[in-house]
């Protein structure tokens, strides 16, 4: 059983995607827009192309001829996908799913209007003037998203009639892809927000992990857990919403649901179909496979019976402080195995910028997940990208 699979996109989650095909025997061609990406240091092939110039991704399609074409990052011209699977070729999970959900709107109104699930009150603005009556109708506090973005890029929250103009600016900029267009959404008086990463499985039931409690930062997570404690009721309503949009969407593989919790309950927020930053916590080994390997799996078609919590743990991130020319050097790593029961991943990313992700640090065991967050948090310390 060894298949062809086309990766589209090629940065740390990618990579760890890569390396969990590679140890089920399958051969990797890595594709992003620039050389030296994360993946493509462990994959067999890599292309380096623009992922938004369709006729470029038809030809590479059409060049590797793959058994699964596997999307890892936003910015794709994903309405090919559809054209894809009438020629036979299978998209993870889905060219639907693919297509709903690197775009914003797509995913919202499925969600909200489609199928009933709760989430904060919501307008599109494609002007500074629509953003404005936007802001009328959500009230203030509000945050304002790019319809296509990742990592936080782009989003901000408005808390005065300054800020309007500012946040419009700041979400174009922070856009990926053409797409010029945004969201604005009711800020929700939330307590915590989880990832509950959800895999779907044609051999198989859908299966949910243990809920991955995380802080985020400039729109970017800074450190996570697993698991998060939170009431059985508010969990079991997370899971039958993240089994609703996921079948709506349909396909198989994993799936990172983001979700508010607060007095009131549970609000949807938004999915990825594919591993989540979030999760990289699961490297910790807090379950039996980790969310790279359930989604190698899922892929293949190798059937998961259940997914146990294994051990608390954490993960926090390492970022850089300033831009680097190549091939930036980690110093203190020595320093960074001095706690027990921690680890590190150093992503191999060719340049840097602030606030880039470069690395992440890991910790498990008995503690609690605090204890274990601030453990992961001073390995991150340790290490410094220079």
Known sequence: MRKKI??????????????????????????????????????????????LDGAELDR???????DFIVPEVESIRTERFYDYEQQGYIVIPSAKAANFTMNRKAIRDLAAIDLGVRTAKYKYATSYQELKEGVAFTGMPCVVKPLMSSSGKGQSVIKTES?????????????????????VESFIDFDYEITL???????????????????????????SWQPMTMKDTHLKTAQKMADK????????????????????GVYFSELSPRPHDTGMVTLAG???????ELHARAILGIPVL??????????????????????PTFTGLEKAVNYKNTDFKIFGKPTTRKYRRMAVALAHGSETCSELVIKAKEVAKKIKVH
């Open 6 to 51: 086309l990766l589209l996109g090629s940065g740390e989650l990618g990579k760890e995607v890569v390396i969990a095909m590679q140890r089920l025997g399958q051969y990797i061609i890595a594709v992003d827009n620039y050389k030296n990406a994360p993946a493509m240091q462990v994959a067999h092939e890599f292309e380096v192309i623009n992922m």
């Open 60 to 66: 590479i399609v059409e060049k590797h001829q793959p």
């Open 163 to 183: 800020d309007i103009e500012k946040a419009w600016d700041y979400a174009l900029e922070g856009s990926r892809g053409d797409l010029m267009e945004v969201i």
């Open 197 to 223: 990463l959800t895999l779907t499985q044609n051999n198989g039931d859908t299966l949910f992990c243990p809920p991955i409690g995380h802080r985020q930062e400039r729109g970017d997570y800074q450190e």
């Open 245 to 264: 949009v996921t079948k709506a969407l349909g396909g198989s593989g994993i799936w990172g649901v983001e979700f508010f919790v607060g007095e009131d």
């Open 286 to 292: 807090t379950q039996n496979f980790s969310e790279f």
């Open 306 to 327: 259940d997914i146990p919590l294994v051990r608390n743990g954490a993960s926090a991130v390492v970022l850089a402080e300033n831009e680097s020319g190549e091939w």
